[in-house]
Nanobody, 123 residues
Framework: QVQLVESGGGLVQAGGSLRLSCEAS????????MGWYRQAPGKQRELVAD???????IYGDSVKGRFTISRENAKNTVYLQMNNLKSADTTCYYC?????????????????WGRGIQVSVSS
């Protein structure tokens, strides 16, 4: 019913930058918030950044000052600008859409996740 498609990952040298994008498509009426999480093998998924439809943002402590999240509400698209990347940022990044409401008919869907995209930082 909703598809989240992530793009922009890849391999970059330490100190470099990448920009992730995630577009939510489908019969979407509204999305309260969109965000990025990451999960390394054997570890819990952790918050990278989150942004509400009103523009309020929160960041994980390890990325504050380096990453910036932004959103285009009309396109249901969220971006993550990642600067000064470190080897510790290497992992799979997941896009989340929170509190999704569908239309035709109007229905509350809840949260949905993308499949994930790999970010690798070489030292």
């Amino acid at each position: 019913q909703v598809q989240l498609v992530e793009s922009g990952g890849g391999l970059v040298q330490a100190g470099g930058s990448l920009r992730l994008s995630c577009e939510a498509s489908g019969r979407i009426f509204s999305v309260k918030a969109m965000g990025w999480y990451r999960q390394a093998p054997g570890k819990q998924r952790e918050l990278v950044a989150d942004i509400t439809s009103g523009g309020s943002t929160i960041y994980g402590d390890s990325v504050k000052g380096r990453f910036t999240i932004s959103r285009e509400n009309a396109k249901n698209t969220v971006y993550l600008q990642m600067n000064n990347l470190k080897s510790a940022d290497t992992t799979c990044y997941y896009c989340e859409a929170r509190e999704v409401v569908l239309e035709y008919p109007r229905k509350y869907l809840g949260d949905d996740w993308g499949r994930g995209i790999q970010v690798s930082v070489s030292s």
